[in-house]
């Protein structure tokens, strides 16, 4: 087993990549930089390299931190994760401000992925 720092990392990486991805496909992913491409490349075609150079590379991340990791730890590290990057991802594309009735109910959903963590330790998972 690797250590908890490492799959946090593992699964952070592969949302980095989740999203870029994502971004990319909406042609909102460094927008100026990209804007040949976005204009010469349909969806589709942006579909398929996202899928060869973000999503599969990302799944291959997320599979190596559930062989590594107990499933419960994987599982709530991977709901963290994906909450994170979804807020922070929206403030960003959005811009949005970020205040307080995001940062708390951020931090609920980050305590809940911990709390499943605790509620599969003590039913013995």
Do not use: E, H
């Not at 971004?23 to 804007?35: H, N, S």
């Not at 609920?108 to 509620?119: E, I, N």
């Amino acid at each position: 087993m690797i250590g908890f720092t490492s799959v946090i990392g593992l699964f952070f990486t592969a949302q980095v990549l989740i999203f870029s991805g994502v971004l990319f496909i909406a042609g909102k992913f460094l927008p100026t930089a990209l804007a040949d491409v976005y204009v010469g490349v349909p969806t589709f075609g942006r579909l398929l390299i996202m899928i060869i150079l973000c999503s599969a590379p990302a799944n291959l991340l997320i599979a190596k931190a559930f062989q590594v990791a107990p499933a419960s730890l994987a599982s709530a590290v991977n709901m963290a994760s994906v909450v994170l990057f979804s807020v922070g991802a929206a403030l960003l594309v959005d811009g949005v401000r970020l205040n307080w009735q995001i940062v708390a109910a951020t931090a609920l959903a980050l305590v809940g992925s911990v709390w499943v963590v605790y509620a599969m330790k003590s039913t013995g998972a």
